[in-house]
Each structure stands twice: as C-alpha cells, then as structure tokens.
C-alpha cells in the first residue's frame, strides 16, 4: 500500500455544461481540460501533464478506435502517452483508477483523466443499439431486453423482496430533480413531483420515463498529482484514500441475487479495506442512480442503508440535502445527465467542490469525506472511490 | 521506480492458434487464458489472479460496451476486476503496461492480460470501417483514406527521402513469413519470395497484398505477478524492466515527420530510461509490422539502425534469425498474424518463450534481453517495453 503522501490527489477539475449539446467531442475535451488546468489555484502548466487517461465508450462511433489520441490533441501535448479505458458506463470511474496506479506505482507525479460521451448525435435509431452494448449481448440485447428493461427486472424483484414502495423510487427521481435545480451543469433544471413521476409514461414497468437517466453529452476532467507534491498546487487538495473495483456476470440470468449487485458491495468492501475511514465518517455520496431503482440498490450495497431499508431511508429524506447521508447532490445521474463515459469524472468533480467548501448552493456543510460509484452496464463491473480533505 | 524485487515478471503465457478460426471471443479468451494458467511451472489456481485487463478493440462490434467482464466469466472469476483497455492496435501493449502499473504500485500481486481479437465474422464491407477508425476520422477515414494508403504515403516519402529501395520491404515480409514457418501459431506457413511480393497485386502504391499483414482470429494471455513473488510460480521468471508510451497527432498532415514515427521514438526513449540496459544489449526484438514499411520505421525510430539504414540492415540479414538483431522470430504480424487487439499480448508472448529458451526451433540462441513495440494506428500511439530473463 502506498504511503499517504505517496497517493494520488486531486488539486483540480473542469466541467462542461452536461445536456444535449452543440459541441461535438473534440470541444467538449478542450473545454473540460481547460477548465481543470484553469482551476488550480497555483496554476499548473499543460506540459506538467505526464499522462492521461480517456474513460469513453465511443457513444455513435465516431473515432471509434484511438480516441484518447484526441485528448492529447486538445490538451495541446501532442506526445503524451493516453489511453483509453472502456468499462461502460464505469469507464471514467476505471480511467480514474488507472491514475491512480500510475501515480501510486511512482511512474507518474500529474496525470490528466477525463470522461467524454458525446450521445444525441447518434441516429436515434442506433441509440438502442449503442445502449444496449453495455449489457450481456448474448442473453439480453439480441434477445431484446432493452437497458431500461434489466433495471425493471431488478426494480420488480426488489418490489417483490422488500415490500419497496413506488414511492421510494419516484422520490429518488424527486430529490434529485430538487439538488440538480443548484447545479448550473445539470442538464434538467425542473422540479418534479412523485405525482408526475407515477403519471409519467412507462418504459419497462414499474419503470416510467422518470425513473430513467436522459441522453446526455458532456465531459469532466480531473488533473491528480501525487500527494508530496499538491502543496505546489493549491492548499487544499482532495486525496484518493481508497478505490475498489469489481466485476459481476454480464447476464442478470447467472448472478446469485436480483436485488442487490455484488459488483458494487464487492468493490466497496476493498475500498474500505485500504482507506483510514468507514462508511459512517461519510459526508456525502455520489452514487450511480441511471435509475431510480439503481440509488436504492447501492445505498443498500454500499452499507449506506441496511437490505431493504434504502427506501425507508429515501422517503424519511435522509439522502436529501440537510439529511443523514446526502446522495448525489449535483442531481446524479437522473437530472445532472449522464453521459456514459463522463460520469465517473463528473463524480469525482463534485466530491472535488464539495470537499473543498466549492459547491456553492448545494454545499454540504463540513464535508470532509466522501464516496463516488460508477456502475458498468447493469453492474458487470463497477467502481467505488473514497476521499479525503486535504 | 520501483525496487527490483517490486517491479512485475511474467510467469506464464498462452497464446491460441491466429488465423481464420470457428471459434468466437469467449472461445478465444477462454484458450487463451487456459494456457497462460497451465503453462506455469508450479501451477497457479485461478483464484490467484487479483485482476485483469483487455487488450481489445472491439472489432465487428460483438459486446463492444463492457467486453472485459467476458474475461472474468471465462477466467472463471465473476468478481474480480477487469477493464478493457484500447487503443487500437496498440490495445494489448497500453493493456500489458496497466496491468504493470497495478503491480508496481502495490496495489495486486497477481495480474492477468489478455489481448483479444475477432475480426474474421464481421461482414466484409464493414471490415474497412473497423479498420479506419484507428486513423483520423475526420480528416482521413471519411475523406477516403484507407489504413494501407496511410501507411503507401510512409513507404513513399521514405524512398523518396533516403532511396529505400523496393526490395527492402519485400525482404520484410520475405524474412517474416521464413520465421513464421517455425512457429505453429502463425496464420500463415508459406515461404514467399522477393518476386512474389513484388508481383502481388497493388493495394495502395508503392504497397502490395504481400505487404499488409493479414486479417486475424486470436488471443494471447499473460500472467504478471511481482518479482519477489515469481519464485512461488517458477524458477524462470521475465522481468519487465521498462516500459514507455507516448501518442501523437492521429492525422498525418499534423505530423513533424513522414519517415519516422515519433511516438515510437518518445517510447522507446522512456523504457530505456529506466531500464537497467541499452539497445545493444538486445537479443532479439517484436516490432510492429502491421505493413512491411513500418518495421523498417520501427528499426529506425527504436534506435536499432540509423536514419535510413534499416533497408540495409535488413537486406544484408541483419534482422533474420541468426542475425545480429533477430526482429520478429514468430513471423510478426505479417504472417504470425494480426488480431488487433491481441498483438500487443502476443508479441510478450513471443518474447517470455525466447527469454526462457522455449521458443523451439525459432529460438535465438542464449536470447537474456528483448524489447517489444506496439503501434496503435498509424502511430498515434505507441508503447515500448523491455524484458530481462530471471
């Protein structure tokens, strides 16, 4: 294990604004970057970046192959060594955490990760298709179980299991349409109520069209430095104290529960293992809701709420802002947007503003701990990240 | 740097048989990965492996989102993180170097890299569309430019500039389809002649068929563990040594050069760096021949011959086994075979058997030192790494 000033921190982040944009990749790259390098309060120099990562899907295709070349095109350092990391909708989480070694590994001191999905200029036939790849091809998506319709199953069985309320679910939806309406980035800014989440029209029952994350463009940088070295930086960095991974069986069909996913609880258990905190020092979390039912599934995998007591602990409001634990206070992926292999960055800027008293009306107050989670399809691989003030 | 004693050893490998072959991905990687575990001299059980990378580009678009979870499954180890890592041709190679970082940063002890391809089931029209995007998109693959004409326009500014005579390349492909008689793995067992080449018909002049690498079935893992663990696993260990990455312009117009890929020369400057030897130490090299013009770039930019001399060397048997630097003993991609994603994988396949002795009648006689270099592209990037026996 790394010694704590031998580990990675966070000393800057950019943002895009997240929705359905005119931008197309190259410039949402370019905007995320300069809004990272343009946010350390010391300033940092482009050819201070030694590596850098791409969490990316290729959402529509285009550059498909090669693509992390353009981030070293944008980041104007044509030369630096780039890869890209392609985990689904877990890709920046993953880009995140090869940083990560390449810092802890003493090959790197700066490392530049950015996620990127550009999705509303995909034909909108091909956007089914381009979705579904995430999931189990075999089984599901040329059977024809649509993405939305993996998570009814799990919300379904869940429902069955727990006696979980319709409204839990709607007010997932609710709460976080409420913390997106502080978040300038966020692609929704629109207060809903659970009555119009029920009325919404159904995509795979019991899921609505409220209950599901939108089409999203956008991109999100991050520049880690190793910890010895931040004070060059800023006075108030935010160290990575502890990142687990892990992966599950793609098909829903071979894995041993329906109400939980075992990638999530696998990857929070080792990242707890190597951090110097546990889950009841957290100030806040920012967790993978694509849908609603996705929020309740990780507080319950992630020991934020015991099994079938996430709706309990989301209908009494204590994932709310002011609440116990507050969950995805930028909006989560449900009303900030998600754009496949930018969330896991988009994650970890928040937990950046948050920890550093930087998020303005959506402050938590006195946030000195946090945990980001960014699940790969519906849970074949995912990704949890535990920081640190300072 | 890592100690010695931290720095990753590979301690078994697998490669399946390249080609045109029945067998779909799962298959592959299931060989693959079987191989690798049952070529360990004192066994390793599977449960050992802390986490695995993917090496794959994800030709045809067969599970394109999430691939790397088809690794666990077939590893037989729903869990354990994976994550694909690509890019394009140099997937494997950027995949090897994660899997080093996961080691030397002490974060794993054990480490599987799998490289993987499929490229033989997708429809003949779309193969070029799969093969373009890892060039530029915008300003070659969709303004008509084929990868074979990329690499036509490097094979002629570099007879323009230095007289590099026709028959040099000829004697790449030439040499390589010799070594590749004596490896059972290789797509092609078929000694060809400077004529033949000469004669084949055009594919983008002054480049002929016999001067493309071929399309490809295939896979090849590796297991890494740290170095003062090897000894648990065998007596005969490879170090990995250094390892170096750089990228450049996708685009050729964007370039500084047209007769040297700078990509190769950053990478190679950096493994070197931090290896414990030079290039004359060398026993033998796995370049990146995916046309018959890039192994003499390769020859070049790695430092193995002059500006303009790599034609010479190669002419007077310089490169051939029993040479004074032996380049691609497996056949190279130009007749071993070019699985995109899986080369990177294959060519450290090549060099553990070499390093260890058991490369059978391709074995460079008491070979201690090699280095391997992946391209991706048409050199957008690139990755160099260096092996030591023991």
């Avoid at 649509?146 to 839990?168: D, I, N, W």
């Avoid at 599934?297 to 116990?324: I, N, S, Y």
């Avoid at 920890?355 to 849970?379: C, D, K, T, Y």
Wanted: charged fraction near 20%.
């Amino acid at each position: 294990m790394p010694t704590p000033s031998d580990r990675a921190a966070i000393v800057g982040a950019g943002h895009t604004r997240f929705g359905v944009l005119t931008e197309g990749p190259r410039e949402l790259l370019s905007r995320a970057v300069a809004g990272a390098l343009g946010s350390v309060d010391r300033g940092m120099d482009r050819g201070d970046v030694e590596e850098a990562y791409l969490g990316s899907l290729g959402f529509s295709g285009w550059q498909l192959g090669n693509s992390a070349t353009l981030l070293a095109e944008e980041l104007g350092r044509p030369g630096v060594p780039v890869s890209r990391v392609e985990n689904a909708c877990a890709s920046a989480g993953y880009a995140l955490r090869a940083g990560v070694h390449a810092i802890e590994s003493g090959a790197r001191d700066v490392v530049l990760v950015v996620g990127l999905e550009k999705m509303t200029d995909a034909p909108s036939r091909r956007r089914r298709y381009w979705l579904g790849v995430s999931g189990d091809t075999e089984w599901e998506r040329l059977a024809g179980l649509t993405f939305a319709g993996v998570y009814a199953l799990l919300a379904s069985c869940h429902m069955q299991k727990y006696g979980t309320p319709r409204e839990a679910l709607a007010e997932v939806a609710v709460k976080n349409h409420r913390n997106a309406l502080l978040n300038p980035n966020a692609q929704f800014h629109k207060a809903i109520t659970r009555e119009e989440v029920a009325r919404a029209p159904r995509v795979a029952d019991p899921l609505g069209l409220m209950d599901c994350c939108p089409v999203t463009d956008g991109a999100a940088a991050l520049l880690l430095v190793r910890r010895s070295l931040a004070a060059r930086y800023t006075d108030t960095p935010v160290s990575i104290v502890g990142t687990g991974a892990a992966s599950d069986y793609l098909a829903l069909q071979e894995r041993a529960s329906l109400t939980s996913l075992a990638a999530t609880r696998r990857a929070a258990e080792e990242a707890f293992r190597r951090a110097p905190f546990d889950r009841r020092a957290l100030s806040l979390a920012e967790l993978h809701d694509c849908f609603t039912i996705a929020e309740l599934l990780a507080l319950e995998d992630l020991g934020l709420a015991g099994p079938g007591e996430a709706a309990r602990l989301t209908l009494d409001g204590g994932t709310a802002l002011g609440g116990a634990i507050p969950i995805n206070p930028d909006g989560g992926l449900k009303a900030k947007g998600h754009p496949i292999g930018a969330t896991g960055a988009s994650q970890a800027y928040e937990v950046f503003q948050q920890l550093r008293g930087a998020a303005g009306a959506r402050q938590v107050p006195h946030a000195e701990r946090a945990l980001s989670h960014n699940v790969g399809g519906s849970g074949a691989s995912a990704t949890v990240t535990l920081y640190e003030a300072g």
